[in-house]
């Protein structure tokens, strides 16, 4: 009796286990779709901002410094924390994502994605640093 308790137990344990590391992956694949450069017109106060996913959310991150993201209530809607602005993110009729505006600390600036530079900064740092492991 004692090792069919044991063994349900330990089945329980993976299958709760196994639908917990599966739950990131479903978050992490809807935000993959803000991840990228956005561009901003000359004379922007800044030029770009580069959305990355770290750790399983969204960080901004441009000249001006990085800001986690937080989702707010509506459709694509994000306060920038660190500078108390929001980023709402722009979609075609296809629902890609191709844009981003931003109002933070009295700037209105709006941005265009630029989809040949969008990656996951651990993908990224792990592309950076494999050439050096192969030498």
């Given at each position: 009796m004692k090792k069919m308790l044991l063994f349900f137990f330990f089945s329980v344990g993976m299958v709760a286990m196994a639908q917990a590391q599966q739950a990131p992956a479903a978050k992490d694949s809807t935000l993959q779709h803000y991840v990228g450069k956005?561009?901003?017109p000359d004379g922007s106060v800044v030029a770009e901002v580069t959305v990355a996913l770290v750790d399983g959310a969204?960080?901004?991150s441009s000249s001006?410094?990085?800001s986690a993201l937080e989702k707010q209530e509506?459709?694509?809607l994000y306060t920038i924390v660190q500078f108390q602005g929001t980023a709402?993110?722009?979609r075609d009729t296809n629902k890609k994502v191709i844009g981003v505006s931003i109002n933070a600390m009295g700037y209105q600036l709006e941005g265009t994605k630029s989809d040949a530079i969008?990656?996951?900064r651990k993908n990224h740092l792990n592309q950076r640093i494999s050439p050096l492991l192969v030498r």
């Open positions: 956005y561009k901003f969204l960080e901004m001006a410094g990085t509506g459709e694509d709402k993110f722009v969008a990656f996951n």
